[in-house]
């Protein structure tokens, strides 16, 4: 913790002074050496089709920004996307993959009997945990919510269609608990587990990617499945203070002692969320070589409020990201006009309704 405090502390200093040079030449030197970094090679590959594409060369894709379809072909809003599939479904995630999408998103939770649910919260409308639930029991209430395996499949199908050509990779999302769900931080480990166990089942490591806002997730998940590629998530809270956190929110803000904390400061947003704060946006950099992450990503409220304090910032965020070898994606697009200014920054990827973001997307060449 000393070491992430006094690294903070000096690279505020050069934030200051515009050298980014030097922030990514020291990150790169002190974190590579202590704790490792980025990859590549770690890619296992599985017995299967051997024409299949993989997530590796969805990283190595030199056009951007490349459309991701956000849980499956976007939020299933009446008032904007009338007629669309609920989102985080298998009718929503096929509708993108036949839509053009090569890579589509999907949020998974934990069940009480350990299988993966493809549902956003870690609870119901009524507060009820989806950890208490078993499998059978949620779809008895939901009967839309599928589980991971099903999601899995239709990746493959698409995955096996493509052929010499990209397609049919899956993101998946390792949602944070919630303080209401998970009061004694006990349930990453199992998430995170039963999750590794199912890609491997599946033999679709290769084809999938880990996606988290807790970089202690993706701590567990860089111990348990190095195979697997990992993206770290920025949120604007994530940089305010305490105070500034809850005059936003509303919600009181307790600081807590988180059992995995890689050296920063957790803190519990009323019952409904548990994330790190970042001193500084080279801070969330640091931890995402420390978690092994190969892509960085940043919400629409971190880009946008960087922009705006800052001009540029939102791009020096996104160069420095890539001189640090990692990519930069962006969340959400759902109008064209969202879209221009995540692509303006120069990010990799955006999570983005479908067909829109297909539709603005330069060409894919095949791997």
Same mark, same amino acid.
């Given at each position: 913790?000393?070491?992430?405090? =006094? *690294? ?5 200093? $050069? ?19 202590? $704790? ?7 890619? =296992? ?39 669309? /599939? ?14 053009? #999408?090569?890579?589509? !998103? ?51 199908? $698409?995955?096996?269609? #493509? ?12 949602? #944070?608990?919630? /303080? ?7 349930? !990453? ?6 999750? *590794?166990? !199912?890609?491997? =089942? ?10 988290? $806002? ?7 998940? %860089? ?32 600081? +807590? ?52 304090? %800052? ?18 994606? #962006? ?18 990827? +955006? ?9 603005? %997307?330069?060409?894919?060449?095949? /791997?």
């Amino acid at each position: 913790m000393r070491f992430s405090a =006094q *690294v903070s502390s000096c690279f505020k200093r $050069f934030e200051r002074a515009g050298f980014w040079e030097w922030v990514v030449r020291s990150a790169i030197i002190t974190l590579v050496c202590w $704790f490792g970094g980025p990859t590549p090679a770690m890619a =296992q590959q599985y017995p299967g089709n051997p024409q299949h594409s993989t997530t590796e060369d969805f990283l190595g894709l030199n056009v951007r920004p490349v459309a991701i379809g956000h849980h499956g072909v976007g939020p299933s809003d009446p008032a904007t996307n009338p007629g669309l /599939p609920i989102e985080n479904t298998v009718a929503s995630v096929r509708q993108a993959y036949t839509l053009g #999408a090569r890579v589509v !998103e999907v949020d998974v939770q934990l069940t009480a009997d350990a299988k993966l649910a493809v549902f956003h919260d870690d609870f119901l409308g009524d507060f009820t945990c989806i950890h208490s639930l078993t499998l059978d029991q949620l779809q008895a209430r939901l009967p839309y919510v599928p589980e991971l395996r099903q999601i899995i499949n239709v990746a493959r199908e $698409f995955n096996n269609r #493509a052929a010499d050509d990209l397609g049919g990779i899956l993101i998946v999302e390792l949602k #944070a608990f919630s /303080p209401h769900c998970d009061p004694g931080d006990n349930f !990453e480990q199992p998430l995170v587990t039963a999750a *590794v166990n !199912e890609i491997r =089942q599946e033999q679709f490591a290769d084809r999938v990617m880990f996606d988290s $806002f807790s970089p202690a997730l993706l701590y567990l998940a %860089q111990q348990t499945a190095p195979e697997i590629p990992r993206e770290l998530d920025l949120d604007g809270l994530q940089l305010l203070t305490p105070a500034q956190v809850q005059a936003v929110t509303g919600l009181p803000v307790t600081v +807590i002692n988180k059992k995995i904390s890689l050296g920063l400061t957790w803190a519990e947003i009323g019952p409904v969320f548990r994330l790190p704060g970042y001193a500084s946006p080279t801070q969330f950099l640091i931890t995402g070589l420390v978690t092994g992450a190969r892509v960085v990503g940043g919400e629409m409220d971190f880009f946008r409020a960087a922009e705006q304090q %800052q001009p540029g910032s939102g791009a020096d965020f996104v160069a420095a990201a890539h001189s640090l070898g990692m990519r930069t994606f #962006a969340d959400p697009a759902n109008t064209p006009a969202d879209w221009n200014f995540f692509a303006s920054l120069g990010v990799d990827a +955006i999570y983005s309704a479908i067909p829109m973001g297909l539709r603005l %997307q330069p060409a894919i060449p095949s /791997p």
